[in-house]
């Protein structure tokens, strides 16, 4: 066996998912000490002996699935294994993948009776049924599907009367699925849009049915049922239309604002780019506090969007940092647009702002040709300009601002050379168990220590990574180095959690790179979390959901940033295979002081104990704190009365207690910026 193979070996026997190998027959030929654990045996002797004997159900060819298997003779009570088999080679071996699920699936059965009989109280008369006899071509439908339809009981309604009332667009949909249906006799279903029998009222079905069909095969009927989702169709359409909103403002978030900018170059419109940011906006939550500033953040963005047109889309791309689109406007009617936007954030009377307010713009032309990053980056590079010139103006993008731009410390240039030469460290930051002040584990936090001047923290190096693809280097650059941490210590004690950025979640390699990493390095994954804000997640769905199946299935633990952050967020609990969540800071911040925020946490910790999620609270900074959540049930916490960030060598070298941390160190109270990689452009984070 080389190297590698003798790692991959490493890893398998540490691993909690169970695998093994058959021959052609059944038989066993090697297992992993997680299967020999689950088939009750020892490893070294299982060879020879037939799997579906000691799992009995096992599939015997490749396929994929959940089975109740009978238990061992070891073991009391029924087990679910989620069994997946697969051809090892090009031979008539088979490579098996067993994980018990038992706990996972009996709390998912629990939660479906409930739900079920909830769901049976609730839509008790709203589902109906349908009968089409082909030959004859005949509807049947029943009296209560007919009355959601809107018609009386007993009316008489053909195909094409039903049709005349489907929405167009849906009509050759269901067609074709039922075409397919009788070809292939298979069960189907769609979802598709109605007018009721008023021709006013528009409702969304979900039908599933089946074929009958006779002993030749000839398609006899066809049955199924119909139940009205529109109440849950509107809710999934507004989910979706959050995934693309500032949840403060109510205004486009940056994702939108860039599909919409490539939307208009895609179809070859012209027009121009403002970039605005407000000037002294951070006084004014240094001096007022958050609070005051998101009210007044929500009035600014009002005015904002007041002075548009429809057709000009403003967004929020994160902090006091906004963009509009403008199709159609030369730079100089852009320009115009501009000042008045400036002249309506000057009017606005901000008594409580305790600091002057004013905008400073970038505009930038575009056209057939350019892509939404260039446009993006000349009203940056204009936007700078604006600032460096005084503030509180508006400047046209020129080919002479690269030249001014080079004057200046070029952040990304730094964070490339600090990439190559060893100028990136990793500060540590304890996860404690409150009741004993025993530290449980530590988040890696990004530092760039480059001795050059001026000093750049997170907030001001990390924004200009996430708007390149050089983010995608340092989040491997920080996954490797605490994997050789890791390796470096091999207490299974030590853990670490790592920062996953939202550019990350769209890399479709990286979840191959943590495994091969992990195989390489011979760690047990369980010793390995990865951190994802919900904002990132939730904006980033399908890409965090895939990369948490595919590294909670090696035993990675996969934790919720920020939760709580953003608009619901129980929602991503059913859609995200997380191992825990980090409850928002701003809930635990004054929890001590204001019982708003005690009964929240309380529910948060009753739904992630619920789930058998664990639960860590941010923002831990004085004792009182940490007994009121403790009272409520939180058993582990992070912040600067726990343990302030210190250098993660000073941690692997000594096993220092972090007991102190420089004057100058960026970090916020309690670990606001924590997340390092994530969210940058929330403006909640570095």
């Not at 996430?466 to 941490?485: K, M, P």
């Amino acid at each position: 066996m080389n190297g590698n193979g003798a790692l991959h070996r490493a890893v398998l026997d540490r691993a909690d998912v169970g695998f093994g190998v058959t021959d052609g027959h059944g038989r066993l030929r090697w297992v992993n000490p997680a299967l020999a654990d689950i088939l009750g045996v020892a490893a070294d002797r299982v060879a020879g002996r037939s799997l579906p004997a000691l799992l009995p159900g096992v599939p015997d060819r490749p396929r994929s699935g959940l089975a109740l298997l009978t238990p061992s003779s070891y073991r009391t009570g029924h087990r679910w294994l989620e069994v997946t088999c697969q051809p090892l080679g090009s031979g008539e071996e088979l490579l098996y993948r067993v994980v018990d699920v038992t706990a996972w699936r009996d709390r998912e059965l629990e939660a479906t009776h409930e739900a079920d009989a909830l769901r049976r109280a609730q839509v008790l008369g709203r589902m109906g049924t349908w009968e089409w006899h082909i030959p004859e071509d005949r509807l049947v439908w029943s009296d209560t599907l007919l009355e959601m339809f809107g018609f009386p009981p007993g009316t008489r309604l053909d195909f094409d009367a039903y049709a005349e009332l489907v929405h167009p667009e849906d009509l050759p949909m269901i067609q074709a699925t039922l075409e397919e249906a009788m070809r292939s006799g298979a069960g189907f279903s769609y979802t598709h849009r109605m007018m009721l029998a008023d021709r006013c009222t528009e409702r969304w079905f979900e039908c599933f049915g089946e074929i009958v069909s006779a002993e030749d095969g000839t398609p006899l009927r066809a049955v199924g049922t119909a139940h009205d989702i529109t109440r849950a169709r509107r809710v999934h359409d507004e989910l979706l239309a959050l995934a693309e909103q500032d949840p403060l403002t109510g205004l486009a978030n940056r994702r939108a604002v860039c599909r919409e900018l490539e939307r208009r170059l895609g179809s070859g419109v012209s027009g121009a780019l403002l970039l605005l940011d407000l000037d002294n906006f951070k006084d004014v939550n240094d001096l007022r506090g958050h609070a005051v500033g998101d009210r007044l953040m929500k009035t600014l963005a009002g005015a904002l969007r007041s002075r548009l047109a429809p057709s000009q889309l403003i967004g929020r791309l994160g902090g006091d940092e906004f963009a509009v689109v403008l199709p159609g406007c030369s730079s100089a009617e852009a320009a115009r647009v501009a000042d008045g936007l400036r002249d309506a954030v000057a009017s606005l009377p901000l008594v409580a702002a305790s600091a002057h307010v004013t905008v400073s713009t970038g505009v930038a032309e575009f056209g057939a040709g350019d892509t939404w990053e260039l446009v993006l980056a000349n009203a940056d590079l204009a936007l700078y300009a604006s600032k460096a010139a005084g503030r509180n103006r508006v400047t046209v993008y020129e080919p002479g601002h690269y030249a001014d731009t080079a004057k200046r410390v070029s952040v990304m240039d730094r964070l490339r050379a600090a990439l190559d030469g060893g100028g990136l460290a990793l500060h540590a930051m304890p996860m404690v168990q409150l009741s004993s002040g025993r530290t449980l584990g530590h988040e890696l936090l990004l530092r760039l220590e480059d001795g050059q001047e001026p000093y750049l923290g997170p907030a001001e190096f990390l924004p200009e990574a996430e708007r390149s693809d050089l983010v995608l280097d340092i989040d491997r650059w920080v996954l490797s180095t605490a994997i050789d941490a890791l390796v470096r210590h091999t207490d299974r004690d030590l853990r670490f959690n790592v920062n996953v950025s939202g550019r990350t979640l769209e890399d479709e390699d990286f979840g191959g790179f943590v495994l091969d990493r992990l195989a390489t390095a011979g760690v047990a994954p369980g010793r390995l979390g990865l951190e994802i804000t919900e904002t990132a997640a939730v904006t980033n769905l399908d890409a965090a959901r895939s990369l948490a199946v595919q590294l909670r299935a090696f035993g990675c633990r996969i934790t919720l940033d920020d939760f709580g952050s953003g608009f619901g967020s129980f929602v991503h609990l059913k859609h995200l295979p997380i191992t825990g969540i980090k409850i928002d800071g701003e809930f635990v911040r004054s929890i001590d002081e204001r019982s708003t925020d005690a009964v929240l946490v309380s529910g948060i910790v009753a739904i992630a104990r619920g789930l058998g999620l664990s639960a860590v609270a941010e923002w831990v900074e004085r004792p009182a704190q940490v007994e009121t959540l403790t009272g409520l049930g939180v058993r582990v916490g992070q912040g600067f009365h726990l343990g302030r960030p210190v250098p993660l060598a000073r941690i692997l070298s000594d096993g220092a207690a972090p007991d102190d941390v420089a004057p100058d160190d960026p970090t916020g109270p309690g670990g606001a910026l924590s997340a390092p990689l994530a969210g940058a452009e929330d403006g909640a984070r570095p």
